[in-house]
């Protein structure tokens, strides 16, 4: 009996294992993520962004395929890009490509992760979870800290507009 107990104990360290965070860096085979933060919302705002860079150190491509969380009725990775003279943003169907050896930066203005249906306000100081899923790196779960309204970068950037 508690030989089983072990065994399932060590199973499910190693599921757990290849995900770990460093110095606010989180480390999933081989990609990194970094500069995870989300913008404060007001009250029953319908939707908020999630931002973050990705990092490939691998010697192939990977992909970001999806992106859930339990703080919105539906995540999807988004893109802006012009329709016509206005810059709209659109979901990516498959994902977001980090090729090798490169970085993504998901910013305001650029990709990003879009909560829609939000259950709750995202309040300033509190944390966001969403779980990313690449094509090979596996899943990933990412607190992404609530910077206010119109942050443009985590606040451990030292942005100061
Ligand atoms: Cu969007």
New binding site residues.
Partial sequence: MIRLLRAAIAATLLVVTPAFAHDGVTHLGAINISLPFTRATLPNAPVG?GFLTIENEGPEADRLVSATSAVAGDTQI?EMAMEGEVMK?RELPDGLEIPAGETVVLAPGGF?I?FIGLKQPFVEGETVPVTLTFEKAGSVEVLLPVEAAAADAPTAMGHAH
């Fill in positions: 962004g988004h943003m990003h879009m």
